[in-house]
């Protein structure tokens, strides 16, 4: 038997301040998103904005339904809506925010298993590594690459074929 351990290492910002303008403009760009969520159900409002190679910044909210599980969460929205809309322009960085009854998050929130699948997918088809944001009030991570928040993961590799 043999033991292997994964770790990863991230940036941990206090103050909006030390960070450079793309990212702050990133966060600015998930947090108003938030606001538009449609989030009747749990009232936790979810924006992302995706920024692309051109500078094209692309956003998604979480929008809820009823007939739970039919919502979608903000990253996998603003992900379909760079896809859809700008298809060979690639994602670099995606910055995550969120507001809760009493607003903005005190610390940031980590996209679920599903979002960080579709982000890592969108990594491998683009063979390039998205940066990830995520915006509290009190805190501010920077993670490098997806991978290091899904490591292990599933790709086109375990099914063997080769995907277009």
Do not use: W
């Amino acid at each position: 038997m043999k033991t292997n351990d994964i770790s990863f290492s991230y940036k941990e910002f206090e103050n909006y301040d030390e960070l450079n303008h793309d990212d702050r403009e990133l966060i600015l760009a998930a947090r108003e998103s938030a606001l538009n969520a449609y989030a009747p159900y749990s009232m936790f409002r979810v924006g992302a904005a995706v920024r692309l190679e051109s500078g094209i910044i692309v956003c998604g909210t979480n929008v809820e339904n009823a007939a739970f599980p039919s919502g979608i969460c903000a990253e996998r929205n603003a992900i379909s809506n760079a896809v859809s809309n700008h298809r060979d322009d690639k994602s670099v960085a995606i910055a995550i925010a969120a507001y809760a009854e009493t607003g903005l998050t005190d610390e940031p929130v980590s996209p679920c298993g599903n979002c960080r699948q579709v982000i890592a997918e969108e990594e491998t088809r683009n063979r390039n590594k998205i940066k990830v944001i995520l915006s509290g009030k009190n805190k501010i991570f920077v993670v490098d690459s997806i991978s290091n928040l899904l490591p292990l993961q599933f790709n086109k590799m375990n099914l063997r074929i080769s995907l277009l």
